[in-house]
């Protein structure tokens, strides 16, 4: 019998917050279900903003990613249906403690590998929306993930702490995953009228020897309107710039996993 092909798992990290980690989840979540695909977003930021923008209320949630990786309770039972294609696994504010409680626990940096094991043949691709930090749920990301997706303002003060990423990404792909691979750098809030914009982006990719995703994410009001309603710019402004670009980038990601 032909087993069934598991996920792509992609984690979007990057420890400086503001840089569009959520709001790239959840646009290239929704770019992949226009195709067709099964997706799951799994939220690992305490402050739960990709739980909020799907329209789920985090204080209203009863099991999620939370109670999973400290065992508390399984995966499917904690995952909501956002709609016909994407699933999400929420998070709450609890999981800030849930950080602490991990780092006294072993195999703690594959406690999302493998709870994430258990779901893998249900979807078609596994979004991993990191929180602004380096703790252990990060590294939990890293070790789960076959592809990392870093998502960069298009400035240049943005770019402190990249080398400390890279640096992460080396040690996790040494010690815990071979496997994980870097698909790009992913330019976002750009402004293409501004020279300096256009100067960062030339010099990130050659700058860190990285893929560098394209189209630029442009930085539009749209995305600020978008989570209001628990919807993606890729619903409320179908055919705005930041949707294409999103839809585009995300043909680039199916093409490097
Ligand atoms: P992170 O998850 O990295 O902290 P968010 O996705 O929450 O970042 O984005 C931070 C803020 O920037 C949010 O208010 C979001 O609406 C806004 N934003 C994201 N992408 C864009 C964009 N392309 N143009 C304008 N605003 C954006
Ligand atoms: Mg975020």
Known sequence: MARAKKAAVIAVANQKGGVAKTTSVASIGAALAEQGKRVLLVDLDPQASLTFSL???????????????????????????????????????????????????????????????????????????????????????????????????????????????LDTVKDVKRLLNKKLKIIGILPTMYDGRSNHSREVLEDLGTRYKLPVLSP?????????????????????????????????????ILAAL
């Open 216 to 252: 630029p994410i442009p930085r539009t009001v749209r995305f600020a309107e978008a989570p209001a309603v628990g919807r993606s710019v890729l619903d409320t402004a179908r055919r705005s710039k930041g949707a294409e670009a999103y839809r585009e980038v995300t043909d680039s």
């Open 55 to 165: 329209g789920i209320d985090p204080d209203a949630v009863e099991l999620s990613v939370n109670e999973v990786v400290l065992g508390q309770a399984e995966i499917a039972e904690s995952i909501l249906e956002v709609d016909e294609h994407v699933d999400v696994l929420p998070s709450t504010i609890e999981l800030a403690g849930a950080e602490a409680q991990l780092l006294t626990r072993p195999g703690r940096e594959y406690v999302l590998s493998s709870v994430l094991d258990e779901v893998r043949t249900d979807y078609d691709v596994i979004i991993l929306d990191c929180s602004p930090s380096l703790g252990v749920l990060t590294l939990a990301a890293l070790t789960a993930a076959t592809g990392l997706v870093i998502p960069m303002q298009a400035e240049m003060l943005s770019h402190r702490g990249v080398g400390q990423l």
